[in-house]
């Protein structure tokens, strides 16, 4: 049998399965059918027909009911229906669900509840609250409409009140300022002459951040007292308004602080403590012994990685989020969360750095920013946990080596654990005791100890899986009628019908249970779920893949939520628990429209937020997956459109791995597509990503190929570009003589092309090419150049390099006057557009004109902030040659122990990077302070390990240094230590 379905909160909407009865009722069968199901008893049939034809003469009037009777019986309700000669009734025994009364029935469990369940109550009540009882619902000449709807209306519209007023106190005290803010504009919508209600809304819009906003509810509500009551607004009102009103800032001083363009660097600063794990589960039970373990294994030193290992359904995500609100006054540096199945590792590294204030986005290289990360972590004690491990490699970059942190992982798969030497912890079902807790905190005590073999038995059913129990006992709590003995019988025949795993088909069948229970449009909704795959996503993208409303999608979404096939993320986004994912997929089956919707749409989010970062950061799993899909579905122009919206976000933000992996496509599309222009600026561009990933071999690859195919079609921009690249690649890989000769080829092309701005590009790389040969006169005569005609061209990033650059080169040719002008005006253009990467250079800078003059206090000063920042930046070349700088300033200050240590510490960087130049200088300098300790051997070792690498790089003037030292021509009482790069 069929179960019925009415919905009489905000409207009448009336299905049995997939059919639509409010479109084959009349209007007063309708409001007999809900009548009867909402009284629960058995009616006259003469008070029935008075109530709906009060206007006939009884006989007539009993003749119309027989007519709907029939009508009713039609369209498939007899077996809903109990009609005696006398009395007519609803069957309580058949399937339905009614919204009123689950309802009523979410404010009976939270009134019993406390605290995180309590709440979850209240959240699905005021959801299912989607308007007034029978709204724009009318029933001519029936008396039953004054007697019953309006007095049931206002009695439900008080209890949607009262819930909505709790929930916004709830709200206000948790800081949810963006929940509490909807729930604030519900309660208004049914009642907006509450001045507390509308005083609370500005609250927790200045809250926000969103004061102008704030300050326009204040008119709103001002002008409804005046309007409907005659009166001003409170003077608690009035104080809030004008304190929102004169005090721009306060809203701001109350949220967290982000990260500044151009922070004062300093040894402490104030971020507040991250505690990034999810809300807590509100119906969680049990498992003390297991947090008890947990608890053991975070102060057991031996123990510093642990993964919670079960079956899909068992609770690990549960337990690891009640574990971390038990344990967090043990990490004082706090709680990071990843939810590794639905988000991409280098989203993660952003997530937690930036929880410390740290940004590395500057870092070109993605090996970089995971080391960066691991560096951080290394300094910190936090939890660290990594929910739903499915692949080692997701994790493995981000998990730190050394340092007091605590890793706890969950996975289904024991041998994630063993490849990752981790301990384990294997996760058992919940012991009966605890599942018969669990269905009694979600659908009450009273039904469960009226029928205590069929709660039993549900629980057995589900195999004690806390995930499945869940699933199907919020389907009961939201059919408060329903006998469980009823519900034990559609169980059983569920699960003996599926032909699958004793643990699978115990979830299944509380899953598919589920699904049969929702109307045609829930499923639909349910279904195009399968296309995120368990990503995180907002409802935006749902009504735009669904062709839905946007209100009317989130509403659905919402009532997913409350029945546990679905869960509320950040930032109001949805994600799927993998499981259920893996059942919308099946449901969808072969249907890819949803998929071509999908990627329709982010290509238009691509293309509307291509500089907005902050936005894109929460997509990228997702357009990824748009890009992929674009390419299975052979939407050759989708992807080409996708890689020309997002290249300069992709190499903006260091995601150089998804731009190869989307540049690949791309070179399929223009094949396809036959254009050939378009697949030689492509290896362009595929060229440019290896190579900011220090793949060089791959990148000279692309760009022979581009300029074979630029050479192909007389294209000279092209050709331009391509040498100029591959003089990148030269230079990268020390080949000096070659890097020469392509960039003076493109510098050709482009002076012949006027390409001002170009040349500018190759006078820069060249004159990095003569300082690395220690060449500093070439060197200044090239970057003077370069300088020169960026300024032409007010290339202000150009300028600035350029005269950070030219300043270090004068420092090296002793013209220190000359050298402190430029560093002042790059300095100043480095605050002009917020270049944190640029400042830490900078300071670097200025660190090694002191040190040339002799002022060493203030040299140690700047390069001990150039370190920090290069941390927070988390650009480990950058703190190798900030480290190697602050050892040679202590070399110069005697503190040759220091000195030692911290060359030590740049040559791990240095070899950590693949900077050889940097390795050899860091030999060099170590080599330096152990002879100034009196050990010479070991010195003379570490000054032949340099030569060696020097002869890879052709640095003339550290080969020199070098040749000076072992031939026992160095005289440390006359001459400095080498200089650096």
């Known amino acids: 049998m069929e179960e019925l379905q009415l919905r009489l909160l905000g409207g009448v909407q009336i299905s049995l399965g997939e059919s639509a009865l409010d479109k084959q009722l009349s209007t007063k069968a309708q409001l007999l059918l809900s009548y009867l199901v909402m009284t629960g008893r058995p009616q006259a049939r003469a008070v029935v027909a008075g109530l709906l034809w009060g206007d006939k003469p009884e006989s007539d009037a009993l003749r119309s009911l027989r007519v709907e009777l029939t009508k009713m019986r039609q369209a498939g309700l007899s077996d809903y229906l109990e009609v005696t000669r006398k009395t007519i009734g609803f069957n309580q025994n058949a399937p339905y669900w009614l919204d009123v009364e689950a309802f009523e029935n979410f404010l009976k469990q939270a009134a019993l509840a406390e605290g995180a369940a309590a709440r979850s109550h209240l959240r ?51 800081e949810s300022y963006e929940e509490g803010i909807s729930f604030a504009r519900q309660l208004l919508a049914l009642d907006n002459w509450r001045e507390e209600a509308h005083r609370h809304l500005m609250l927790m819009l200045a809250l926000n951040g969103q004061r102008s906003a704030a300050l326009v509810q204040y008119e709103i509500c001002r002008e409804t007292m005046v309007r409907e009551l005659g009166v001003e607004p409170s003077a608690e009102t009035e104080a809030l308004y004008l304190r929102i009103r004169d005090d721009a800032e306060w809203g701001k001083r109350v949220q967290t602080r982000p990260f500044p363009p151009l922070p004062v660097v300093t040894e402490e600063e104030a971020w507040e403590t991250p505690f990034q794990v999810p809300p807590a589960t509100p119906f969680f039970v049990g498992r003390e012994k297991e947090i008890a373990f947990i608890r053991q294994c975070v102060t057991d030193e031996e123990t510093r990685l642990l993964c919670l290992v079960g079956m899909g359904g068992v609770g690990k995500s549960a337990l690891a989020i009640h574990a971390a609100y038990a344990l967090r006054e043990l990490f004082p540096d706090g709680v990071l969360w990843a939810n590794v199945a639905g988000t991409d590792p280098m989203g993660i590294a952003a997530k937690w750095a930036g929880a410390y204030g740290y940004n590395f986005s500057g870092l070109r290289d993605t ?53 990752l030497g981790a301990s384990v912890f294997n996760l058992d079902v919940l012991p009966p005791e605890n599942t018969l807790l669990l ?34 006992a919020q389907r009961l709590a939201s059919r408060p009628r329903r006998r469980l003995s009823d519900f034990v019988t559609r169980l059983r025949a569920e699960t003996s019908r599926l032909d699958l795993g004793v643990a699978d088909r115990e979830v299944r069948a509380s899953f598919a249970i589920s699904w049969s229970a929702l109307d045609q449009i829930q499923q639909h909704i349910f279904r195009l779920l399968a296309v995120f795959e368990g990503r995180s996503f907002t409802a935006d993208v749902v009504a735009a893949i669904a062709d839905m409303d946007y209100y009317q999608t989130q509403d659905r979404l919402d009532a997913l939520v409350a029945l546990s096939l679905l869960h509320e993320a950040e930032d109001r986004r949805y994600r799927q628990h993998s499981l259920l994912a893996a059942f919308a997929a099946e449901k969808l089956q072969e249907d890819t429209i949803p998929y071509r919707r999908m990627v329709q749409y982010y290509l238009g989010f691509a293309s509307d937020n291509r500089h907005n970062y902050k936005q894109l ?11 992929q899909w674009a390419h299975k579905l052979g939407m050759w122009q989708t992807v080409v459109d996708y890689a020309r919206i997002l290249k300069d976000a992709w190499f903006v933000q260091g995601r150089f791995t998804e731009a190869r992996h989307s540049f690949a496509w791309v070179d399929k599309a223009a094949q396809y597509l036959q254009d050939e222009r378009l697949q030689a600026y492509n290896l362009l561009d595929w060229g440019e990503a290896c190579l900011e990933q220090g793949d060089f071999a791959e990148a000279r690859t692309h760009f022979e190929a581009a300029k074979s195919l630029c050479e192909a079609r007389n294209d000279e921009e092209g050709l331009a570009r391509a040498y100029y690249d591959l003089g990148r690649v030269s230079l990268g890989v020390g080949d000096f003589n070659e890097a020469f000769a392509h960039l003076r080829t493109s510098g050709q092309k482009r002076q012949a092309m006027d ?83 640029e400042l830490s250079m900078l300071f670097l800078t200025r660190a090694s004109l002191c040190t040339q003059q002799n002022n060493l206090e203030m040299a140690l000063e700047y390069a001990q902030k150039s370190l920090l920042l290069c941390k927070r930046l988390g650009d480990r070349r950058s703190q190798a040659q900030a480290l190697f700088q602050l050892s040679r300033i202590n070399m110069l200050m005697g503190r040759f122990e220091e000195a030692f240590g911290l060359g030590q510490q740049c040559l791990d960087l240095c070899r950590g990077v693949q900077d050889v ?40 003037k550290l080969e020199q240094d070098l040749l000076d030292r072992l031939n026992g021509k160095f005289s440390f009482g006359e001459k400095r230590p080498p200089e650096g790069k």
């Open 617 to 627: 950061q929460p997509e990228w799993p997702n357009l990824e997956a748009s890009i």
């Open 755 to 837: 390409d001002g701005a170009g040349v500018a590009d190759v006078l820069y790389q060249l004159a990095r090419l003569a300082y690395h040969k220690g060449d500093y006169k070439e060197a200044r005569t090239q970057i003077e150049l370069a300088y020169k005609t960026y300024r032409e061209f007010d290339v202000q990033a150009g300028m600035m390099r350029s005269l950070r650059v030219l300043s270090q080169v004068l420092t090296r040719l002793e013209a220190y006057d000359a050298a402190e002008a430029c560093y002042e005006q790059a300095i100043g253009l480095a605050h002009r557009l917020q270049d944190q990467g």
């Open 439 to 472: 269905l009694k905190k979600i659908i009450g005590k009273a039904r469960v100890l009226n029928e205590p073999e069929a709660a039993y038995e549900i629980c057995q059913l589900l195999g004690n899986l806390p995930l499945a129990i869940a699933i199907a």
């Open 124 to 174: 699905e009540a005021v959801a299912l609250y989607q308007g007034d009882f029978f709204a724009g619902f009318d029933v001519p000449d029936g008396a039953i409409y004054d007697e019953w709807v309006l007095v049931e209306r206002e009695r439900l519209r008080v209890m949607a009140l009262d819930a909505l007023e709790e929930l916004v106190q709830i709200c206000l005290e948790q």
């Open 917 to 956: 130049l940097g390795e050899a200088f860091a030999l060099c300098q170590i080599g330096d302070a152990l002879y100034q300790l009196g050990q010479k051997e070991e010195a003379t070792d570490c000054w032949q390990k340099a030569k060696a690498l020097v002869a890879e790089v052709q640095n003339r």
């Open 367 to 419: 090996n970089e920013r995971f080391a960066a990360l691991r560096a951080m972590l290394a300094e910190k004690q936090a939890l660290l946990i990594f929910d739903d491990v499915q692949e080692v490699a997701r994790i493995r970059p981000l998990l730190p080596q050394k340092g007091n942190c605590f890793t706890l992982l969950t996975t289904r798969n024991a041998d994630l654990a063993f490849i």
